[in-house]
């Protein structure tokens, strides 16, 4: 005997099966609508989701019964117009909640439809990556520049999972175009979040008509905001929404600090000699001032600590071992190297300005096993954490382990900033106007080639502003990646602008 089931899930969302008027009805003269869907619906945030475009004043109001949505209509119809109702992510069904994700009613009041379509790509400018379910919209000239701030668009669609879009039944007109990537599906740019692209011409929309790549950028917030704040142990933690230049701090009570680190950066961090159960921390910056209470977070048991060593050695042999928090090395003599002959041998280590990074040097023999050595409690963090005994197995390594990386490049009248990037990390940078550039001495493996037009020359990328109609500075990245060798030149051609 088998049990009986209901069946396979539903993952579909809802159809339509008609309509009265019929979609895509011409010379349409009616105030009612009904929609008769194959399931049983349900309509959540109807007032803020339904679009109906263009929109000179029309209301409309929906009521669902069972799997029929009525819509009514107020307000007077123009002559020879067509117009698009975009339900956004208001429909799905009872069940399941499958969404129907931007269902169109369209009707026309005069013989014919508007037939006018744009298609194109959104992508996120820095990152390169296409951009899912981003709202690409179209506002009716004229309108002012705040119409993206305080409107929702006339037209709309969304991206795919590719970034394309196809917005359609357009009059022929004129347009200022816009693409959004939310963070509350309002269809309107009132978040810092939200990732902002537009055109820098007004659509002319005469025919159908694809566009050119629109690069979606996320501006500067209007004001220095502080995010995050914590008192863990003897550090405090700060993060703002934005890098933050020449930020003050007074502590109080007034005590002594040991190290502080991640200056002009969007995070501060301030490592305190003694622990403090609460601080008050006054903090200014240009057009900020903020007053913070901290009170130290509840202790947990004592962990080991923890670190991170780079064994992605260079020519120099120099290892470095890494730490989220301040070091103190208790015991040089307890860091050494163990060879194939049982040998135990002393090393030279320095530790950095920020106390965070320790380097050891040493001419590592070529051909012969070794192993790095870190007795236990050898270290020492600011948190009064001691490491338990590490062995990391190293090599040597010559010029002939690494490869070199040849970029010829177009002439440019600015300066270019090349990274490669590594799991995302930025293993490599220079900054150059050459139109030869030679990486040399890579590890080998598989990289990026991230290629940013550095225009102003601050040697750094820089986002873009709508309000002053700068668009961010352009990047492109190398397609596919990048297979360094060893003892190999690998040679690339870029066009750069």
Known sequence: MVALTGGDKDTKAPQLLKAKPNNFQTNFSSNNIELVFDEYLQLKNAEEQLIISPNNGLKIKAKIKGKKINLSLSGDLKANTTYNINFGEALSDYTESNLLRDFQYVFST???LDSISIRGQVKDGFKGDFLKDAIVGLYTMPVNDSCVYLNKPD?????????????????????????L???????????????????????????????SVINAFRALPSKIKLKESSLKGNKIGLLFNQKVKDVHYQIIPKTNIQLVDKINTDSLEIYLKEKKDSISIILTAEGYRDTVLLRNEKEKKKSTLRLDINNYQNPSNTIYINSLTPL?????????????????????????DNSKVIFINYAFEKNKKQE????????????????????????????????NLIIHTTPCTHQIIYELLSADKVVYRLISKEENINIKLL???????RIISDENSNNSWDTGNYLLKRQAEKVNYYPGNIKVRANWDLEISLKTK
Do not use: C, W
């Open 110 to 112: 005069g013989a014919n």
């Open 181 to 211: 990537a939310e963070t509350n599906n309002n269809k309107m740019y009132d978040n810092d979040e939200e990732l902002i692209g537009f055109n820098d011409v007004i659509l002319d929309l005469k025919k159908d008509t694809a566009l």
């Open 372 to 403: 790095l050595i870190i007795a236990d409690s050898a270290l020492l963090n600011s948190n009064m954490e001691h490491n338990k005994t590490l062995k990391y197995q190293v090599k040597n390594y010559n010029e002939e382990s690494f490869g």
């Open 443 to 449: 590890n080998p493996g598989e990289y990026r080639l």
């Open 328 to 352: 103190t090395i208790v015991n040089k003599d307890s860091i050494y190297l163990k060879t194939d002959s049982l040998k135990y041998i002393k090393v030279n280590t320095k530790l950095s």
């Open 155 to 179: 037209y709309y669609a969304r991206t795919n999972a590719q970034g394309y879009y196809q917005i359609k039944n357009i009059k022929e007109g004129k347009y200022k175009i816009f693409a």
